[in-house]
């Protein structure tokens, strides 16, 4: 686990904002700030935080559209995410939690709810126990310093396609469908369409090169991650002995 959650602060007033990033800095979390919807984009687009503080209130565009783009979007889709919004019934609660935000703070709130808001959500998003590196046919995951490589070349991926690669890999061999796929490795994102699943394989695929085609597609059933794809030489030649 990284010990400093880095958190991004949407908030249109400074007194706010300040306010909130005191009191993160205080309690070991690292906030940036950004007044609006296109410095909040422009934070995004550099870095990922581990949260988003999102106030729904904004000149231009309001938090509610913009927390609609970021879980649209597959690099931000699941950025943890909180509202914060001086609209307190109910509502605009569920219309909060329909955009896709983990939680919702209704202005005036104390710092001390806002620290246990954040830290329950984390937690809850929390990725499995980071454990040891992972090897599979050339493919190396290392769940510690988040890199990996196949056949010794670094492979970058993106958050989604790591975890999914990260889950296909300690449960190699096996077949997952779509659905346990989404539950694994998406978790409570359960509005998620299991297509999403076809397209980060897709993009796993894709971004691992070489390495692509041990991710196999089981027709009727999912996928599988397999150290002997059937379409390599060596896939053959083990296929070959099974049906022997
Ligand atoms: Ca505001």
Not at 62 to 81: C, D, E, M, N
């Amino acid at each position: 686990m990284r010990n400093m959650p880095a958190v991004l602060v949407v908030e249109d007033e400074p007194a706010i904002a300040e306010l909130i990033a005191v009191n993160l800095r205080h309690n070991g979390f690292r906030p940036t700030w950004a007044m609006d919807s296109a410095s909040a984009q422009c934070e995004l687009d550099a870095a990922l935080p581990d949260l988003i503080l999102l106030d729904w209130m904004l000149p231009g565009e309001s938090g509610l559209v913009l927390a609609k783009r970021w879980r649209a979007h597959p690099r931000t889709k699941t950025v943890p995410l909180i509202m914060l919004t001086a609209r307190g019934d109910e509502s605009d609660r569920v219309a909060g939690l329909d955009a896709g935000a983990d939680d919702y703070i209704a202005k005036p709130f104390s710092t001390k709810e806002l620290l246990a808001r954040i830290r329950a959500v984390l937690r809850r998003r929390a990725p499995e126990p980071v454990g040891e590196a992972i090897a599979v046919g050339g493919l190396v995951l290392d769940p510690g310093t988040h890199r990996v490589s196949f056949e010794d070349q670094p492979i970058k991926l993106g958050p989604t396609e790591f975890k999914l690669l990260h889950y296909l890999l300690g449960h190699a061999e096996r077949v997952h469908s779509r659905a346990q796929l989404l539950d694994k490795v998406w978790g409570d994102h359960v509005y998620i369409e299991e297509r999403t699943v076809d397209v980060h394989v897709k993009r796993l695929r894709e971004a691992l090169g070489q390495a692509g085609p041990l991710v196999e597609t089981v027709r009727g059933a999912g996928y599988r991650l397999t150290a002997k794809p059937v379409d390599s030489p060596a896939g053959q030649a083990a296929v070959g002995r099974l049906s022997a």
